[in-house]
């Protein structure tokens, strides 16, 4: 199973930035997927995540700001950031989840978005 992300890096506050996330070795269309972030001394906390059957959930936090969308046929994710706040500065974690998989998760090695004021 490999998670591979791309797209973190260095973007000013007001801007906006895209990740992506290709998953293989898991029935992809099977798996909610998304993005999971870890500031520093926080919990990693849900930032997006999409059912198998296309539905979007977001944090309350970025609600507005980003856009997260699925491709089956490509087996890849993508999170649309726009209007970034320093606060949104994090490692960035794809995440493809199946209670019935084995595993049941998988995570990618994590991007890191920092967001400068």
């Known amino acids: 199973v490999q998670l591979v992300e791309s797209g973190g890096g260095l973007v000013q506050s007001g801007g906006s930035l895209a990740l992506s996330c290709t998953v293989s070795?898991?029935?992809?269309?099977?798996?909610?997927v998304g993005w999971y972030r870890q500031a520093p001394g926080t919990p990693r906390t849900m930032v997006a995540l999409?059912?198998?059957?296309?539905?979007?959930e977001y944090a309350e936090s970025v609600k507005g700001r980003f856009t997260l969308s699925r491709d089956n046929s490509k087996n890849t994710i993508s999170l649309q950031m726009n209007n970034l706040r320093p606060e949104d500065t994090a490692v960035y974690y794809c995440?493809?989840?199946?209670?019935?998989?084995?595993?049941?998760?998988?995570w990618g090695q994590g991007t890191q978005l920092t967001v400068s004021s």
């Open positions: 070795g898991r029935i992809f269309s099977r798996d909610a």
């Open positions: 999409v059912t198998s059957d296309g539905v979007p």
């Open positions: 995440v493809a989840v199946n209670p019935k998989s084995s595993p049941s998760s998988s």
